[in-house]
Protein backbone atom coordinates (compact mmCIF):
# COMPACT_ATOMS: atom_id res chain seq x y z
CA UNK A 1 0.00 0.00 0.00
CA UNK A 2 0.98 3.59 -0.38
CA UNK A 3 0.19 6.94 -1.79
CA UNK A 4 1.44 7.35 -5.92
CA UNK A 5 0.43 10.92 -5.83
CA UNK A 6 -1.71 13.58 -4.07
CA UNK A 7 -3.12 17.53 -4.79
CA UNK A 8 -3.51 20.09 -2.80
CA UNK A 9 -6.19 23.01 -2.90
CA UNK A 10 -6.15 25.62 -0.41
CA UNK A 11 -4.66 22.90 2.34
CA UNK A 12 -2.82 24.51 4.90
CA UNK A 13 -0.17 27.12 2.98
CA UNK A 14 -0.92 25.61 -0.20
CA UNK A 15 -2.59 27.48 -2.43
CA UNK A 16 -2.14 24.14 -5.43
CA UNK A 17 0.20 21.59 -5.66
CA UNK A 18 0.69 18.14 -7.45
CA UNK A 19 3.28 15.97 -6.21
CA UNK A 20 4.32 12.09 -7.15
CA UNK A 21 6.16 10.65 -4.14
CA UNK A 22 7.94 7.54 -3.94
CA UNK A 23 6.62 3.80 -3.02
CA UNK A 24 9.30 3.43 -0.29
CA UNK A 25 10.98 6.79 0.93
CA UNK A 26 10.32 10.10 0.79
CA UNK A 27 12.56 12.96 2.30
CA UNK A 28 11.44 16.49 2.65
CA UNK A 29 13.54 19.08 3.32
CA UNK A 30 12.89 23.06 3.94
CA UNK A 31 13.23 25.57 6.93
CA UNK A 32 10.88 25.80 9.64
CA UNK A 33 7.47 26.96 8.55
CA UNK A 34 7.44 26.31 5.23
CA UNK A 35 5.02 23.72 4.65
CA UNK A 36 6.92 20.40 5.43
CA UNK A 37 4.62 19.37 8.23
CA UNK A 38 1.52 20.31 6.41
CA UNK A 39 2.18 17.95 3.58
CA UNK A 40 2.50 15.29 5.99
CA UNK A 41 -0.86 16.66 7.38
CA UNK A 42 -2.36 16.42 4.03
CA UNK A 43 -1.85 12.75 3.60
CA UNK A 44 -2.77 12.29 6.91
CA UNK A 45 -6.20 13.64 6.13
CA UNK A 46 -6.92 11.71 2.88
CA UNK A 47 -6.01 8.24 5.28
CA UNK A 48 -7.81 9.41 8.41
CA UNK A 49 -10.60 11.92 7.27
CA UNK A 50 -9.20 14.57 9.78
CA UNK A 51 -6.23 16.24 10.57
CA UNK A 52 -3.33 14.66 13.26
CA UNK A 53 -3.31 18.60 14.63
CA UNK A 54 -6.54 20.64 14.35
CA UNK A 55 -9.65 19.76 16.09
CA UNK A 56 -12.03 21.77 13.61
CA UNK A 57 -11.28 22.52 9.53
CA UNK A 58 -12.12 26.23 10.20
CA UNK A 59 -7.99 25.98 11.32
CA UNK A 60 -6.85 23.76 8.32
CA UNK A 61 -8.23 25.73 4.80
CA UNK A 62 -5.98 28.75 3.52
CA UNK A 63 -6.37 31.94 4.99
CA UNK A 64 -8.73 33.73 2.74
CA UNK A 65 -10.07 30.62 1.09
CA UNK A 66 -13.82 29.14 1.69
CA UNK A 67 -13.19 25.41 1.00
CA UNK A 68 -10.03 22.90 0.30
CA UNK A 69 -9.90 19.65 -1.42
CA UNK A 70 -7.18 16.52 -1.16
CA UNK A 71 -7.13 14.14 -3.56
CA UNK A 72 -4.63 10.90 -3.44
CA UNK A 73 -4.41 7.94 -5.95
CA UNK A 74 -2.98 4.77 -3.71
CA UNK A 75 -2.13 1.43 -4.53
CA UNK A 76 -3.84 -1.25 -2.47
CA UNK A 77 -4.64 -4.19 -4.29
CA UNK A 78 -5.94 -1.86 -7.07
CA UNK A 79 -5.80 1.74 -7.61
CA UNK A 80 -8.39 3.80 -5.29
CA UNK A 81 -8.88 7.95 -5.92
CA UNK A 82 -9.58 9.35 -2.37
CA UNK A 83 -10.85 12.81 -2.35
CA UNK A 84 -11.52 14.72 0.36
CA UNK A 85 -13.83 18.28 -0.16
CA UNK A 86 -14.87 20.13 2.33
CA UNK A 87 -16.22 24.29 3.22
CA UNK A 88 -15.99 24.17 7.01
CA UNK A 89 -18.79 24.24 9.03
CA UNK A 90 -20.44 23.54 6.25
CA UNK A 91 -20.30 20.51 4.40
CA UNK A 92 -17.69 17.91 4.28
CA UNK A 93 -17.65 14.96 1.99
CA UNK A 94 -14.63 11.74 1.52
CA UNK A 95 -15.01 9.96 -1.56
CA UNK A 96 -13.25 6.59 -2.73
CA UNK A 97 -13.45 6.27 -6.44
CA UNK A 98 -15.75 8.96 -6.94
CA UNK A 99 -18.40 7.22 -4.36
CA UNK A 100 -19.55 9.29 -0.88
CA UNK A 101 -19.11 7.83 2.33
CA UNK A 102 -22.13 7.97 4.09
CA UNK A 103 -20.42 8.34 7.38
CA UNK A 104 -16.45 9.76 7.36
CA UNK A 105 -15.96 7.08 10.26
CA UNK A 106 -16.59 4.39 7.53
CA UNK A 107 -13.18 5.70 5.82
CA UNK A 108 -11.25 4.81 9.24
CA UNK A 109 -8.97 1.91 8.68
CA UNK A 110 -8.60 1.40 5.09
CA UNK A 111 -5.71 3.40 4.90
CA UNK A 112 -3.79 2.37 7.96
CA UNK A 113 -1.05 5.29 8.80
CA UNK A 114 1.18 6.27 11.96
CA UNK A 115 2.06 9.84 12.37
CA UNK A 116 4.89 10.83 14.28
CA UNK A 117 5.42 14.69 15.03
CA UNK A 118 7.76 16.49 17.53
CA UNK A 119 4.87 17.22 19.95
CA UNK A 120 4.20 13.58 20.95
CA UNK A 121 6.28 14.51 23.70
CA UNK A 122 2.39 15.48 25.74
CA UNK A 123 1.87 11.50 25.51
CA UNK A 124 4.64 11.34 27.97
CA UNK A 125 4.26 14.42 29.61
CA UNK A 126 0.73 15.95 29.29
CA UNK A 127 -2.66 14.33 30.95
CA UNK A 128 -4.34 11.40 29.91
CA UNK A 129 -6.49 12.72 27.09
CA UNK A 130 -3.39 12.40 24.83
CA UNK A 131 -2.55 8.78 25.71
CA UNK A 132 -5.90 7.79 25.42
CA UNK A 133 -5.95 9.52 22.08
CA UNK A 134 -3.27 7.39 21.41
CA UNK A 135 -5.10 3.83 21.96
CA UNK A 136 -7.85 5.15 20.47
CA UNK A 137 -6.00 6.55 16.83
CA UNK A 138 -4.78 2.95 17.08
CA UNK A 139 -7.84 0.59 17.71
CA UNK A 140 -9.86 2.62 15.46
CA UNK A 141 -7.82 1.87 12.93
CA UNK A 142 -8.19 -1.47 13.66
CA UNK A 143 -11.46 -1.88 14.45
CA UNK A 144 -14.73 -0.23 13.26
CA UNK A 145 -16.88 -1.25 16.41
CA UNK A 146 -14.19 0.17 18.27
CA UNK A 147 -14.65 3.60 16.84
CA UNK A 148 -18.70 3.52 17.33
CA UNK A 149 -18.64 2.41 20.16
CA UNK A 150 -16.61 5.22 21.29
CA UNK A 151 -18.44 7.67 19.39
CA UNK A 152 -21.62 6.03 21.31
CA UNK A 153 -19.95 6.60 24.49
CA UNK A 154 -18.78 10.23 23.93
CA UNK A 155 -22.12 10.79 23.31
CA UNK A 156 -23.74 9.71 26.26
CA UNK A 157 -21.50 10.98 28.67
CA UNK A 158 -22.06 14.58 26.64
CA UNK A 159 -25.24 14.31 27.47
CA UNK A 160 -25.40 12.70 31.14
CA UNK A 161 -22.99 15.59 32.39
CA UNK A 162 -25.77 17.79 30.45
CA UNK A 163 -28.13 16.96 32.99
CA UNK A 164 -25.77 16.83 35.85
CA UNK A 165 -25.07 20.44 34.59
CA UNK A 166 -29.13 21.35 34.37
CA UNK A 167 -29.52 19.58 38.08
CA UNK A 168 -27.50 21.68 39.46
CA UNK A 169 -28.70 24.99 37.96
CA UNK A 170 -32.12 24.42 38.63
CA UNK A 171 -32.54 21.95 41.53
CA UNK A 172 -34.16 19.17 40.72
CA UNK A 173 -33.20 15.19 40.59
CA UNK A 174 -34.30 12.39 38.22
CA UNK A 175 -33.53 9.35 39.64
CA UNK A 176 -34.97 7.33 36.50
CA UNK A 177 -33.39 9.46 33.79
CA UNK A 178 -29.70 9.02 35.41
CA UNK A 179 -30.23 5.23 35.93
CA UNK A 180 -30.71 5.03 32.16
CA UNK A 181 -27.69 6.78 31.04
CA UNK A 182 -25.86 4.79 33.33
CA UNK A 183 -27.10 1.35 31.68
CA UNK A 184 -26.82 2.87 28.21
CA UNK A 185 -22.90 3.59 28.87
CA UNK A 186 -22.36 0.48 30.17
CA UNK A 187 -22.54 -2.09 26.78
CA UNK A 188 -19.75 0.37 24.58
CA UNK A 189 -17.76 0.91 27.59
CA UNK A 190 -17.02 -2.70 28.11
CA UNK A 191 -15.97 -3.08 24.59
CA UNK A 192 -13.90 -0.22 24.85
CA UNK A 193 -12.50 -1.21 27.86
CA UNK A 194 -11.65 -4.88 26.71
CA UNK A 195 -10.04 -3.48 23.45
CA UNK A 196 -8.10 -1.13 25.22
CA UNK A 197 -6.61 -4.52 27.51
CA UNK A 198 -6.42 -6.44 24.03
CA UNK A 199 -4.07 -3.51 22.53
CA UNK A 200 -1.90 -3.05 25.47
CA UNK A 201 -1.44 -7.02 25.81
CA UNK A 202 0.06 -7.03 22.60
CA UNK A 203 1.23 -3.24 22.19
CA UNK A 204 3.94 -3.82 25.24
CA UNK A 205 6.01 -6.78 24.12
CA UNK A 206 6.31 -4.59 20.84
CA UNK A 207 7.29 -1.54 22.17
CA UNK A 208 9.95 -3.17 24.59
CA UNK A 209 12.01 -4.31 21.13
CA UNK A 210 11.72 -1.15 19.66
CA UNK A 211 12.89 1.27 22.40
CA UNK A 212 15.65 -2.06 23.37
CA UNK A 213 16.69 -1.34 19.14
CA UNK A 214 17.22 2.52 19.51
CA UNK A 215 18.99 2.49 22.94
CA UNK A 216 20.61 -0.12 22.80
CA UNK A 217 19.02 -1.79 25.63
CA UNK A 218 20.57 1.35 27.78
CA UNK A 219 17.10 1.29 29.97
CA UNK A 220 14.26 -0.87 30.74
CA UNK A 221 10.61 0.82 29.80
CA UNK A 222 7.26 -0.31 30.68
CA UNK A 223 3.69 1.33 29.20
CA UNK A 224 0.86 0.34 31.59
CA UNK A 225 -2.67 0.68 30.71
CA UNK A 226 -4.88 1.62 33.67
CA UNK A 227 -8.55 1.72 34.12
CA UNK A 228 -11.22 1.91 36.96
CA UNK A 229 -13.14 -0.96 35.00
CA UNK A 230 -10.57 -3.31 36.23
CA UNK A 231 -12.19 -2.88 39.53
CA UNK A 232 -15.92 -2.64 38.97
CA UNK A 233 -18.12 -2.39 36.03
CA UNK A 234 -19.55 0.68 34.91
CA UNK A 235 -22.96 0.96 36.18
CA UNK A 236 -21.72 0.08 39.46
CA UNK A 237 -19.39 2.44 39.55
CA UNK A 238 -21.71 5.41 38.22
CA UNK A 239 -23.96 4.68 40.82
CA UNK A 240 -21.36 4.78 43.89
CA UNK A 241 -20.18 7.95 42.35
CA UNK A 242 -23.39 9.61 42.42
CA UNK A 243 -23.40 12.40 44.93
CA UNK A 244 -19.55 12.72 43.89
CA UNK A 245 -20.95 13.75 40.34
CA UNK A 246 -23.74 15.86 41.10
CA UNK A 247 -21.61 17.99 43.48
CA UNK A 248 -18.72 18.03 40.47
CA UNK A 249 -21.42 18.49 37.62
CA UNK A 250 -19.83 16.05 35.22
CA UNK A 251 -19.10 12.64 35.27
CA UNK A 252 -16.31 11.32 37.37
CA UNK A 253 -15.65 7.67 36.79
CA UNK A 254 -15.45 5.57 33.21
CA UNK A 255 -13.25 5.04 30.36
CA UNK A 256 -12.69 8.64 29.47
CA UNK A 257 -10.45 8.49 32.87
CA UNK A 258 -8.39 5.59 31.55
CA UNK A 259 -4.84 6.07 31.29
CA UNK A 260 -1.46 4.84 30.13
CA UNK A 261 1.52 4.46 32.68
CA UNK A 262 5.29 5.02 31.60
CA UNK A 263 8.20 3.98 33.56
CA UNK A 264 11.72 4.15 32.80
CA UNK A 265 14.13 1.97 35.23
CA UNK A 266 10.85 1.77 36.85
CA UNK A 267 10.65 5.45 37.79
CA UNK A 268 8.16 7.92 36.44
CA UNK A 269 8.88 8.77 33.12
CA UNK A 270 7.67 12.37 32.91
CA UNK A 271 9.92 12.89 36.07
CA UNK A 272 13.28 11.35 35.40
CA UNK A 273 13.60 11.02 31.49
CA UNK A 274 16.08 13.14 29.76
CA UNK A 275 15.42 14.22 26.47
CA UNK A 276 16.79 11.55 24.22
CA UNK A 277 15.02 9.30 26.72
CA UNK A 278 11.77 11.12 26.25
CA UNK A 279 12.50 11.10 21.92
CA UNK A 280 13.36 7.20 22.11
CA UNK A 281 10.33 6.53 24.14
CA UNK A 282 8.01 8.50 22.07
CA UNK A 283 9.38 7.11 18.89
CA UNK A 284 9.19 3.39 20.10
CA UNK A 285 5.59 4.31 21.08
CA UNK A 286 4.87 5.22 17.44
CA UNK A 287 6.90 2.36 16.08
CA UNK A 288 5.19 -0.18 18.19
CA UNK A 289 1.57 1.39 16.77
CA UNK A 290 3.33 0.94 13.12
CA UNK A 291 3.97 -2.92 13.89
CA UNK A 292 0.42 -3.56 15.49
CA UNK A 293 -1.16 -2.28 12.54
CA UNK A 294 1.05 -4.25 10.25
CA UNK A 295 0.14 -7.50 11.75
CA UNK A 296 -3.09 -6.76 12.10
CA UNK A 297 -4.26 -4.90 8.72
CA UNK A 298 -1.71 -7.45 6.83
CA UNK A 299 -0.52 -4.44 4.81
CA UNK A 300 2.33 -2.16 5.65
CA UNK A 301 0.65 1.37 6.86
CA UNK A 302 2.06 4.50 5.48
CA UNK A 303 4.88 6.26 8.39
CA UNK A 304 5.32 10.05 8.55
CA UNK A 305 7.92 11.01 10.52
CA UNK A 306 7.91 14.84 10.95
CA UNK A 307 11.29 16.63 12.21
CA UNK A 308 12.15 13.37 13.34
CA UNK A 309 15.88 14.05 14.67
CA UNK A 310 14.74 16.71 16.93
CA UNK A 311 16.66 16.13 19.84
CA UNK A 312 18.35 12.94 19.39
CA UNK A 313 21.50 12.30 20.38
CA UNK A 314 23.66 10.72 17.62
CA UNK A 315 23.85 7.40 18.73
CA UNK A 316 20.36 7.42 19.21
CA UNK A 317 19.96 8.90 15.63
CA UNK A 318 21.83 6.71 14.16
CA UNK A 319 20.36 3.31 15.67
CA UNK A 320 16.80 4.92 14.31
CA UNK A 321 18.44 5.52 11.07
CA UNK A 322 19.43 1.93 10.59
CA UNK A 323 16.09 0.62 11.73
CA UNK A 324 13.97 2.51 9.23
CA UNK A 325 16.56 1.92 6.53
CA UNK A 326 16.71 -1.80 7.13
CA UNK A 327 13.63 -2.90 8.92
CA UNK A 328 10.07 -3.88 7.61
CA UNK A 329 8.70 -0.71 6.25
CA UNK A 330 6.58 0.31 3.60
CA UNK A 331 6.04 3.87 2.12
CA UNK A 332 7.90 6.14 4.64
CA UNK A 333 7.73 10.03 4.88
CA UNK A 334 10.72 12.05 6.50
CA UNK A 335 10.87 16.23 7.13
CA UNK A 336 14.24 17.45 8.61
CA UNK A 337 15.67 20.97 8.33
CA UNK A 338 18.61 19.35 7.33
CA UNK A 339 19.03 17.99 3.61
CA UNK A 340 22.31 16.66 4.85
CA UNK A 341 21.09 14.41 7.10
CA UNK A 342 18.88 12.80 4.33
CA UNK A 343 22.02 12.33 2.55
CA UNK A 344 23.32 10.51 5.03
CA UNK A 345 19.93 8.32 5.36
CA UNK A 346 20.09 7.60 1.31
CA UNK A 347 23.35 6.13 1.16
CA UNK A 348 23.27 3.45 2.99
CA UNK A 349 19.30 2.83 1.56
CA UNK A 350 19.23 0.09 -1.53
CA UNK A 351 15.21 0.97 -1.90
CA UNK A 352 13.28 3.64 -4.47
CA UNK A 353 13.42 7.03 -3.04
CA UNK A 354 12.85 10.51 -3.89
CA UNK A 355 13.64 13.90 -2.44
CA UNK A 356 11.77 16.94 -2.10
CA UNK A 357 12.63 21.03 -0.71
CA UNK A 358 9.64 22.87 0.98
CA UNK A 359 9.86 26.93 0.08
CA UNK A 360 6.64 29.06 1.05
CA UNK A 361 3.83 25.98 0.34
CA UNK A 362 6.01 25.18 -2.78
CA UNK A 363 7.54 21.87 -3.16
CA UNK A 364 10.21 21.13 -5.26
CA UNK A 365 12.27 17.78 -6.66
Not at 99 to 126: C, K, Q
Amino acid sequence: MYLKQIKLTNFRNYAFQSIGFSERLNLISGLNGMGKTNLLDAVYYLCMGKSHFQSTDKNVVKKGEAFFRLEGDFLLEKDEKIVAKVVPSEQKTIERNNTPYPRISEHVGLLPIVFMAPDDTALALEGSEERRRFMDNSLCQLDQQYLESLVAYNKLLEKRNAILRQFAAHGGFNQVLIETYNHQLTEPATYVFEKRKWFNSLFQPLFNHFYASISQEAEPVECNYRSQLYDSGLEHLLTNSLEKDRQLQRTSCGIHRDDLAFHLKNLPLKRFASQGQLKSFVISMKLAQYELLRQHKQKLPILLLDDLFDKLDDRRASQLIELLVNGDFGQVFITDTHPERAAEMTSSFNGDYKKFMVENGVVLE
